[in-house]
T-cell receptor, first 116, second 113 residues
Framework: DGGITQSPKYLFRKEGQNVTLSCEQN?????MYWYRQDPGQGLRLIYY???????QKGDIAEGYSVSREKKESFPLTVTSAQKNPTAFYLC???????????????FGAGTRLSVL | SQQGEEDPQALSIQEGENATMNCSYK?????LQWYRQNSGRGLVHLIL?????REKHSGRLRVTLDTSKKSSSLLITASRAADTASYFC?????????????FGTGTKLQVIP
């Protein structure tokens, strides 16, 4: 059963705490992405990775960190420096390149993060 | 920054009616995609239209692209209650090197049974 798995579905963060959101894909995609979605809003790109051991900041990277040690995994850490972390976080993956619809993104079901 | 802006922000129609939503963007594109998001879920890809295409169909979906006006429209014909969702356009800029897909702000569609 191919796809992207995000866990947990719900996550609560205490003041000053770092939390890590998991994202795993078995689609053999090279590129992976993390987005933040606030209520009633579109998606904002946090980080993306085109290949293992390489990643770039998106539009709102401050207060977040990522790693890409394996092709199938792209975890996101929300650090204590992110002062307003409450949001819906979406992970996605795509094949590399832009031809033939290779940039079509496949999304996980999301993680809803709240602050206690 | 948001490349695509959808219009209207919200749309409420009766089941069986057609739903039209529009997307405007700012820079030249390689392709434009439409995605659907059910409440509290991830996005699902619906259809991709390339910059050299003007119209594309997929089932009850019809997408048009006008590159001179930098706009696209998504038409859902004979809508069903199950079509209730938010719809987003996403654009891939036309330039060399790796470019990021940028999502618009979305249209929230409600189909009333």
């Amino acid at each position: 059963d191919g796809g992207i798995t995000q866990s947990p579905k719900y996550l609560f963060r205490k003041e000053g705490q770092n939390v890590t959101l998991s994202c795993e894909q078995n689609l053999n995609h090279d590129a992976m992405y993390w987005y933040r979605q606030d209520p009633g809003q579109g998606l904002r790109l946090i980080y993306y990775s085109q290949i293992v051991n390489d990643f770039q900041k998106g539009d709102i990277a401050e207060g977040y960190s990522v790693s890409r040690e394996k092709k199938e995994s792209f975890p996101l850490t929300v650090t204590s420096a992110q002062k307003n972390p409450t949001a819906f976080y979406l992970c996605a993956s795509s094949a590399a390149g832009t031809g033939g619809g290779r940039n079509i993104q496949y999304f996980g079901a999301g993680t809803r993060l709240s602050v206690l | 920054s948001q490349q695509g802006e959808e219009d209207p922000q919200a749309l409420s129609i009766q089941e069986g009616e057609n739903a039209t939503m529009n997307c405007s963007y700012k820079t030249s594109i390689n392709n434009l995609q439409w995605y659907r998001q059910n409440s509290g879920r991830g996005l699902v890809h619906l259809i991709l239209i390339r910059s050299n295409e003007r119209e594309k169909h997929s089932g009850r979906l019809r997408v048009t692209l006008d590159t001179s006006k930098k706009s696209s429209s998504l038409l859902i014909t004979a809508s069903r209650a199950a079509d209730t969702a938010s719809y987003f356009c996403a654009t891939l800029p036309y330039s060399g090197g790796y470019q990021k897909v940028t999502f618009g702000t979305g249209t929230k569609l409600q189909v009333i049974p």
